[in-house]
């Protein structure tokens, strides 16, 4: 896709599809069962935001609500 590593128009340098903040994506992504995915890998990074959202830690997407 064209906008593949495209950033965060907002500049906040969130990336991927979830738009996770890259410290949380590595940190998380591994525990989801995806370690050393690439955070704009879309399985990864879905399944990396459905782990989360499982556990209730929906506080990483507040800024979007």
């Known amino acids: 896709s064209r906008y593949r590593n495209v950033p965060n128009a907002q500049g906040s340098g969130a ?3 979830a738009q996770f903040m890259p410290k949380t994506f ?9 370690p ?3 955070i704009w890998d879309t399985r990864a990074n879905v399944f ?8 209730g ?9």
């Open 36 to 38: 050393n995915a690439d």
């Open 48 to 55: 990396t935001a459905v782990y989360l959202m499982a556990a």
């Open 26 to 34: 590595y940190a998380y992504s591994a525990a989801a069962g995806f």
């Open 15 to 17: 990336s991927g599809p």
């Open 57 to 65: 830690q929906w506080g990483h997407w507040r800024a979007c609500w």
